[in-house]
């Protein structure tokens, strides 16, 4: 067993436990941070991948302002323990269907994937700055049209955002 | 080495899990924190597969999807609000006002 093994497990652990913890908690803060906790984990298997870029892109993105937009409307609703409850005997159903979601999903991906696929490490030959050029090279060649209509749809949310939140004013004559 | 196998199961585990939130919660914050959960499982699956192709798209695409998930945060959290402003809860068992 490698090093990097171990390091997987390990890390493995750690996404589902905190993934159990943000949905069994009853107070939404609580499962927030598990879920922050979460998501700085999938970013160091991202760093395992060899994709740093994506993985700084999750911490900023994910785990920074998605998070904190999350906890800030809980905080504004004061929804941190509203409807937390639930009994245990409404989870066999949902669990049950859950199962199976996972055994076949898990079944189809590792059935539909290359046999002797390996994950390649980033080792010491690939230079992580010239990956990370290529990278931007490819977002703003090859994939230019893509990058800027993100930008529109993320226009249109932010006003979309703020015309849902707005205050409606009545104009009286 | 990490065999691929390993990653994917991974990456179905949380999705499970997610959806399991997606089904059992009754907070609509819960559950759309659920949702994230989902994506960021698919988007692990992304990154590895293109990994083992040794394919910058893979990056590129959970990079759009991870820009595509903020702008949903920002107008789903809006939504929430509004919501929570008509009916005082956000429990998803009470939006029934369409229910006849």
Do not use: C, H
């Not at chain 1, 994506?54 to 993105?61: D, E």
């Not at chain 2, 759009?64 to 429990?91: H, N, P």
Request: hydrophobic share 60%; proline share 3%; no cysteine.
């Amino acid at each position: 067993m490698t090093l990097e093994l171990i390091f997987f497990l390990i890390l493995s652990l750690i996404a589902i436990a905190t993934a159990l913890g943000m949905l069994l908690s009853r107070n939404a803060i609580y499962s927030a941070l598990f879920l922050v906790l979460n998501f700085i984990t999938i970013a160091v298997f991202y760093l395992l991948l060899g994709a740093p870029f994506i993985a700084m892109a999750q911490v900023t993105v994910y785990a920074g302002a998605i998070m904190v937009l999350f906890l800030f409307v809980i905080m504004l609703l004061g929804a941190e323990s509203i409807s937390g409850e639930f009994n245990w005997r409404k989870i066999i159903f949902p669990g049950s269907l859950a199962l199976i979601l996972a055994v076949e999903s898990a079944y189809l991906l590792v059935a539909r994937a290359r046999p002797a696929g390996e994950v390649v490490p980033p080792d010491a030959a690939v230079n992580t700055i010239t990956n990370l050029r290529d990278l931007g090279e490819a977002l703003f060649n090859q994939y230019l049209l893509p990058f800027e209509v993100t930008s529109i749809l993320l226009l249109v949310a932010m006003v979309g955002a703020i015309v849902l939140i707005r205050k409606e004013r009545r104009v009286y004559q | 080495m990490v065999p691929i196998n390993y990653y994917i199961i991974l990456s179905a585990i949380l999705f499970t899990i997610g959806a399991l939130g997606v089904l059992i919660r009754r907070n609509a914050l819960i559950i759309f924190m659920s949702v994230e959960l989902m994506l960021n499982a698919a988007n692990l699956a992304i990154v590895a597969f293109g990994s083992i192709l040794k394919s910058f798209s893979g990056q590129i695409f959970v990079f759009f999807v991870i820009s595509v998930a903020a702008a949903e945060v920002a107008v789903g959290l809006a939504l929430i609000v509004e919501i929570f402003k008509s009916k005082r809860s956000i429990d998803v068992d009470q939006m029934s006002s369409l229910k006849g």
